[in-house]
């Protein structure tokens, strides 16, 4: 299990990370979005689409459609569950109707679709509202298909750190 903490300060930190991950992606890729409602979730899904090539206008959150398949580098299957009361509404649901195998899959508000999941690539992503303009995002993961994203991110924050932590001492 890998897990890294990242501190988003900013829409350009949040943007740059999403787009970051979205690099890393590959078909077949399940991203499990967690966070209460403002945390953020929806932002860094509209990034990630853009980082993977699709029109940032097209990008909407599917609160009252379920699901949204935005054409990209790949199909993006962009889920979101929030408006459900119980599992079984999705009773009338085939898996292939909520996951894309040839491409990337974004899940908001995931806890009914654990049952459809088994040995996928999944990432989870936890966000937790710190302040108006900061949020913290655990990335976590069984898979070592996200090896190398969670190496680059190591090293992209590593730096972020030492940027910031350069400036707040007078660029000493």
Known sequence: MRKLILELSSLDNTDTVAKTVAEHLFPGAILLLWGSMGAGKTTFAK???VGLGVLPEIVTSP???LVNIYPGNWPVFHVDF???AAREELDDFDREDLITDEGVTLVE???FLLNYLSDEPVLNLDFKFVSEH???LSLESESGEFDILFKTLELQNSALQKT????NDGGS
Do not use: A, V
């Open 47 to 49: 990034s990630l689409c």
């Open 63 to 65: 609160t009252y459609t």
């Open 82 to 84: 929030y408006r459900l």
């Open 109 to 111: 508000w995931p806890e």
């Open 134 to 136: 900061q949020r913290r």
């Open 164 to 167: 910031t932590i350069s400036w």
